[in-house]
């Protein structure tokens, strides 16, 4: 019967974090894409660069709104949210294509 090899010690080894430590907001207000937590603060900053954006750049998709924002994908829909409970956003449908524009 063949001996069976020991493992490799990396195996063995506990996997260490290389997460990086959570900012809490960039210099233009809105959280980083480290940020792992939602707040009411961070989710209105967000809905404000939402909101400036489109105003700036008029409609534009979400996808677009999430590469253009610097904060996580999750925080930019919360933003859009805020703002759709607030009647700020109108929603264009064109096929499969929905576009987001100020009121």
Do not use: C, H
């Amino acid at each position: 019967m063949a001996k069976k090899k020991p493992s490799s010690s990396a195996a063995t080894k506990p996997a260490t974090s290389t997460k990086q430590p959570v900012s809490k907001a960039s210099s233009n207000g809105v959280a980083s894409k480290t940020q792992s937590t939602l707040s009411y603060e961070q989710i209105g900053i967000t809905a404000g660069a939402i909101w400036a954006t489109l105003s700036q750049n008029g409609e534009s998709t979400l996808a677009a709104l999430k590469k253009e924002i610097d904060a996580p994908a999750d925080l930019v829909l919360a933003g859009v949210g805020w703002l759709a409970r607030e009647e700020k956003l109108q929603f264009n449908t064109s096929g499969r294509s929905v576009k987001l524009a100020l009121k």
